[in-house]
């Protein structure tokens, strides 16, 4: 059995809470709810001939007055950095966290999630934005919190980016 912690951060209201749900439970609702510090979630999954246990630090998103706790982050084996795809300042911020993530704990494996996929007829978010995470050699994914679209599979990339030791 492998274990993991692995951290949800992103800008307040990118649908952290909502991406767990959809993933640990495979619910969604429609109610908004605030994350005040963490929110800690567990899941076990079968990859390949491994069983993975996985601890899902679900961190209060951050704004322009409240920056994520980088002690948090300690000890995590990977993180998904969520954007929502209807507010193109949610990218920006998530830049800025990931570059204080490498400052705090180093370079751990990520992988960029655009959620709200379900409302691309709403997105704030150009192709050349993608082309340019792509450049950078970061690794990301659409999905809807909403539909489950592209869920599994963020967290799947992600692990396979972690070392199971």
């Given at each position: 059995?492998i274990q ?7 800008a307040?209201?990118?649908g ?7 993933f640990?439970?495979s ?7 605030t ?5 800690i979630s567990?899941?076990?999954?079968q990859?390949g001939?491994?069983?993975?246990h996985?601890i899902?630090?679900d961190?209060a998103?951050?704004?322009e007055?409240l920056q994520?706790?980088?002690s948090?982050?300690?000890g995590?084996?990977g993180?998904?950095?969520v ?13 800025s966290?990931?570059q ?13 999630l655009f ?6 007829n709403?997105w ?7 082309e340019?995470?792509?450049?950078k ?9 909403k539909t ?6 963020a967290?799947?990339?992600?692990i396979t ?5």
């Amino acid at each position: 059995m492998i274990q993991k912690k692995i951290c949800m951060v992103g800008a307040f209201a990118v649908g952290k809470t909502s991406l767990v749900a959809r993933f640990v439970e495979s619910i969604f609702s429609e109610k908004y709810h605030t994350t005040v510090g963490v929110k800690i979630s567990k899941k076990a999954l079968q990859v390949g001939d491994q069983e993975w246990h996985l601890i899902l630090w679900d961190l209060a998103g951050e704004d322009e007055f409240l920056q994520i706790r980088t002690s948090y982050l300690r000890g995590s084996a990977g993180y998904l950095l969520v954007v929502d795809g209807t507010r193109r300042a949610t990218l920006d911020t998530a830049v800025s966290i990931q570059q204080r993530i490498v400052d705090t704990v180093g370079n751990i494996p990520f992988v960029v999630l655009f959620n709200k996929s379900d409302l691309t007829n709403e997105w704030e978010i150009a192709n050349d934005a993608f082309e340019e995470l792509s450049h950078k050699g970061w690794s990301w994914l659409k999905a809807s919190a909403k539909t489950g679209e592209g869920v599994d599979e963020a967290f799947l990339t992600l692990i396979t980016k972690m070392p199971e030791g």
